[in-house]
């Protein structure tokens, strides 16, 4: 894998820092097109249940974010759903993390 650069790291970081703080199985950063990050943890709720990613993405799209540049999520899943990811920044690289912070795969447009 290629290096990360710094705006990457960052998104890792506050990814693992979500999932940490929150306890959840998975967290998720994505940034947009402007540079604005927005961290998120999964919602399991009795009448909504919701994925890190879709979260992330929906706190993006409530303020105003019209492309992302870059996604991350922290998971022990080796197939994670970025439909939502897609549906907003369709080229973004996804960078799929495990626990430990290590990048184990980018899912490109």
Same mark, same amino acid.
């Given at each position: 894998? /290629? ?51 879709? &979260? ?45 912070? /290590? &990048? ?6």
């Amino acid at each position: 894998m /290629s290096e990360l650069d710094a705006e990457d790291l960052k998104i890792i970081t506050l990814a693992r820092s979500t999932r940490a703080r929150a306890g959840a199985a998975e967290g998720a950063a994505v940034r947009d097109e402007t540079g604005r990050t927005y961290a998120a943890g999964p919602v399991d709720l009795p009448s909504l249940k919701l994925t890190a990613l879709q &979260v992330a993405v929906a706190m993006a799209v409530s303020s105003g974010a019209e492309d992302l540049e870059a996604a991350a999520v922290v998971t022990e899943d080796e197939a994670p759903d970025i439909a939502a990811v897609r549906d907003l920044g369709p080229k973004a690289p996804v960078l799929v993390a495990g626990p430990d912070g /290590s &990048v184990r795969t980018v899912l490109r447009g």
